[in-house]
């Protein structure tokens, strides 16, 4: 167990809709970040905020944004959902902000199908 | 061409057996390497996490980087069939801002009792 948690496990949606993903970091760490996987295209970075601010962002589509909240914990929001958005959302966190000693420790995931 | 890229596998090996896993690079701004072992349906595990050349010895795992050569590998003495898990590299720079981590496509490993 990591110490990241995510919620929910599972979300099953339709197309055109909207969802929340919610993660809380590991106890300390003030840098969460967002990854997609899918089959065809591995794991890919989405975004990263430290201590409630954006600090990097990587090929995340307009119709998705994200918050971190005073209590640290981040939401993924997923609107206008297409089947192709189907994938595991990962959540990672880690200490601090740069790559310094600062490995990304990540949560098990919600899996998202859009029918 | 992807930034970095791993054999998918999968790769099969006798209980025993020592397993070599390995990923090319072409950014040569890598400075920072890692090692996730992901089981079926989970989230990635962090194994290894090394800082520019040379070797890490973690138990039974061995992580080496040759910088020069663009090329990472992450060696498991005396597998075991608890390490039958897809391994991911990934890896991330000092820029600006951030800490975003690139992956490999990852290498599925089967050791077989």
């Known amino acids: 167990d990591s110490g990241v948690t995510q919620t929910p496990k599972h979300l099953i949606t339709a197309t055109g809709q909207r969802v929340t993903l919610r993660c809380s970091p590991r106890?300390?760490?003030?840098?969460v970040y967002w990854y997609q996987q899918s089959l065809d295209q591995g794991l890919q970075f989405l975004i990263q905020?430290?201590?409630?601010?954006?600090?990097a962002k990587g090929n995340i589509l307009e119709r998705f944004s994200a918050q971190q909240f005073p209590d640290l914990h981040s939401e993924l929001n997923l609107s206008s959902l297409e089947l192709g958005d189907s994938a595991l959302y990962f959540c990672?966190?880690?200490?601090?902000?740069?790559?310094?000693?600062?490995?990304?420790?990540f949560g098990p995931g919600t899996r998202l199908t859009v029918l | 061409q992807k930034e970095v890229e791993q054999d998918p596998g999968p790769l099969s090996v006798p209980e025993g057996a020592i397993v070599s896993l390995n990923c090319t690079y072409s950014?040569?701004?890598?400075?920072?390497f890692m090692w996730y072992r992901q089981y079926s349906r989970k989230g990635p595990e962090l194994l290894m996490y090394?800082?520019?050349?040379g070797n890490k010895e973690d138990g039974r795992f061995t992580a080496q980087v040759d910088k020069s050569s663009k090329y990472i590998s992450l060696f498991i003495r005396d597998s075991q069939p608890s390490d039958s898990a897809t391994y991911l590299c990934?890896?991330?720079?000092?820029?600006?801002?951030?800490?975003?981590?690139?992956f490999g496509g990852g290498t599925r490993l089967m050791v077989k009792p």
């Open positions: 950014n040569s701004a890598f400075q920072y």
């Open positions: 990672a966190s880690s200490v601090g902000d740069g790559p310094t000693y600062n490995e990304q420790f």
């Open positions: 905020y430290y201590n409630g601010e954006e600090r």
């Open positions: 990934a890896m991330s720079a000092v820029y600006n801002a951030g800490n975003m981590l690139t």
């Open positions: 106890s300390g760490d003030l840098s």
């Open positions: 090394t800082y520019s050349s």
